[in-house]
């Protein structure tokens, strides 16, 4: 008399195995859904874990990492590397460069004396093309007012500068070393470079050493020093080797 029943009376038999593998087969999909559901959850607990470790780490580096900023700066600042430092000069050079003005300063009271009051020496921090600076040498040429670097010396210029600045620093060494004294200078060739006049300048200021009781000693193949200088040591060569003998008259 129930049309629902009778429609379902009429309806093919269930199929009861089928039925059994699906309920099996969902059965396992719970049982994997819980254990990825398990899983998802001890990974949440250890990343909640290494998150906070990585928040202490974050803070402890943070004052590590602005004392780290602080000394990069400065030793690429040292290193002449930094931006900040305009003219690529070195820390060692900066220190030098205080040095090398006293230098340049004592060696001009000579070089005055050897260029017969043309030529004075003075400290440049200018950068050499795109290289580094601090320890560059100019000179100033009292013939034309200029300064000038000192590569456009002539050879015999070239000479007498350098020995000016050799007994510069020979002087500044003594001046600060606790009253140490450079009692001997060998001054090694470079006087065949220059004229009469020039040379007579030079050996005049290598006297005033003597006279400062110095002794200096001048190696050089040039004839008419010998005729200038009295205490001689020649060294004469011959097929069994060379031998030394001694020459001149006086001290």
């Not at 600042?77 to 205080?98: C, H, P, Q």
């Not at 005033?208 to 200038?228: F, M, Y």
């Amino acid at each position: 008399a129930e049309a629902e029943t009778t429609a379902a009376a009429g309806q093919p038999s269930a199929d009861l195995q089928a039925a059994e593998q699906a309920a099996s087969a969902a059965g396992r999909r719970v049982r994997e859904a819980g254990s990825a559901r398990d899983a998802a959850r001890r990974r949440c607990t250890e990343l909640d874990r290494l998150t906070h470790r990585a928040g202490g780490s974050v803070r402890r580096l943070g004052p590590l990492r602005e004392e780290y900023d602080r000394v990069a700066r400065l030793a690429t600042l040292a290193a002449g590397t930094s931006a900040d430092n305009e003219r690529k000069m070195r820390l060692e050079s900066y220190v030098l460069a205080a040095r090398l003005e006293q230098v340049a300063a004592a060696a001009t009271t000579r070089l005055q004396r050897m260029s017969s009051g043309r030529y004075t020496l003075v400290h440049s921090d200018d950068r050499a093309g795109r290289g580094r600076s601090g320890l560059g040498l100019h000179v100033v040429d009292a013939w034309t007012g200029r300064e000038r670097d000192t590569a456009t010396l002539s050879g015999g210029e070239t000479f007498f500068a350098s020995l000016a600045l050799a007994l510069g620093l020979a002087d500044v060494v003594t001046d600060e070393a606790g009253g140490v004294r450079l009692d001997t200078l060998f001054i090694d060739e470079g006087f065949g470079s220059l004229d009469d006049q020039t040379l007579d300048e030079v050996l005049d200021v290598l006297d005033s050493l003597r006279e400062r009781d110095r002794s200096v000693g001048i190696v050089s193949h040039v004839a008419d020093l010998r005729r200038r200088i009295h205490a001689q040591l020649e060294v004469v060569k011959g097929r069994s080797g060379s031998v030394v003998r001694q020459g001149g008259g006086g001290g």
